[in-house]
């Protein structure tokens, strides 16, 4: 049964800790929604999101003990949760890469302003992003990480990040222009 | 490969260009992005529970972690043990053997008239028969 409530950060890890089955079922109400949003945003189907979601919950209970009270709890989940979902698509696939010359020639227009495209509708263009893509976009443009970090967390070059990058751009914008043809 | 195929029909002819679209709702919207939560499945927990079971029962229970370090070091002192004596036996064993049965003795024994000659090269003693 989901408890309704949800204890701080400190009283949640305490009880997890000791491996308390309630606290560990709190813990994991509380965070849940906020991790599923990512592992959907990283993952190609729910099937994926809801392994990367098993496994990203095992592992924080498994090395909460390593957990620094230095930084932020959900910041430290985020980052579990991310490097799950890397892992997940590094056993799968290979990353596409391009060249940087490639990079640079992808056109960037101005655009009519279309103010119908809401955050749930980008989040199922993402999740149809191939998923080297889809990783890369989601580390660059929503995480905010660089293009160094990014190449140090999936093991690939700078430059596979920024082509992986522009590849994803370019994807999306054909398939927004596509959409927008469709509508019109 | 199929992208850099279609890269490069993209170039020559550019669809409807929507990339600042989705860059300038990634800036409304990238927070909530960011933030964006959806409610998990409901058979998540079971799973995760019974996976976190699994890896507890795997592990030995805290109350007999005291044990693994003692195990180890009685395991160490019965190998040293069961080496030195081997050793020792053996030694002892191969020097009883050399004794009764090396070329001193089994010359000594012979009823042929035997020298015994020490070849310093090889530091061994060999047995060089002497013609009656």
Redesign the interface.
């Known amino acids: 049964m989901p408890s309704n409530h949800l204890s701080n950060d400190d009283d949640l890890i305490e009880g997890c800790l000791l491996g308390n089955p309630v606290m560990q079922r709190k813990l994991y109400d509380k965070y849940a929604p906020k991790m599923y949003g990512i592992c959907l945003r990283y993952a190609a189907n729910t099937e994926d999101a809801k392994d990367i979601l098993q496994d990203g919950f095992v592992k924080v209970f498994v090395n909460l003990g390593k957990f620094m009270a230095t930084g932020s709890f959900e910041g430290w989940m985020r980052r579990i949760f991310v490097n799950t979902a890397i892992e997940h698509y590094r056993k799968k696939n290979q990353l596409y890469a391009i060249s940087e010359n490639q990079e640079e020639n992808i056109p960037n227009q101005e655009v009519s302003a279309l103010d119908e495209l809401e955050a749930e509708d980008i989040i199922r263009l993402i999740s149809e992003l191939p998923n080297g893509y889809r990783t890369v976009f989601n580390l660059f443009a929503v995480e905010g990480y660089s293009h160094k970090e990014i190449a140090t967390m999936m093991n690939i070059s700078e430059g596979t990040s920024k082509s992986q990058y522009a590849r994803a751009k370019a994807w999306l914008q054909e398939k927004i222009g596509n959409r927008n043809q469709d509508k019109a | 490969?199929e992208?850099?195929k279609k890269?490069a029909e993209?170039?020559a002819d550019?669809?409807?260009?929507?990339?600042?679209?989705?860059e300038?709702?990634?800036q409304q919207?990238?927070n909530?992005?960011?933030?964006?939560?959806?409610?998990?499945?409901n058979e998540?927990?079971e799973?995760?529970?019974t996976?976190?079971s699994s890896?507890?029962n795997s592990q030995p229970s805290p109350a007999f972690n005291w044990l693994r370090p003692v195990l180890r070091y009685a395991a160490m002192v019965a190998f040293l043990a069961i080496t030195i004596t081997t050793v020792v036996n053996n030694s002892f064993r191969n020097a009883l053997i050399e004794s009764l049965q090396g070329p001193g003795i089994k010359a000594a024994l012979s009823d042929t008239p035997q020298m015994l000659i020490k070849d310093s090269s090889k530091n061994k003693i060999q047995v060089k028969q002497i013609p009656r």
Do not use: D, F, R
């Not at chain 2, 550019?14 to 989705?22: F, G, I």
């Not at chain 2, 909530?32 to 499945?41: D, E, I, K």
């Open positions: 490969m992208w850099t890269l993209y170039q550019p669809p409807p260009p929507a990339w600042n679209e989705v300038k709702i990634l919207q990238g909530s992005l960011y933030h964006h939560t959806a409610p998990p499945p998540s927990w799973a995760i529970s996976k976190l890896i507890e």
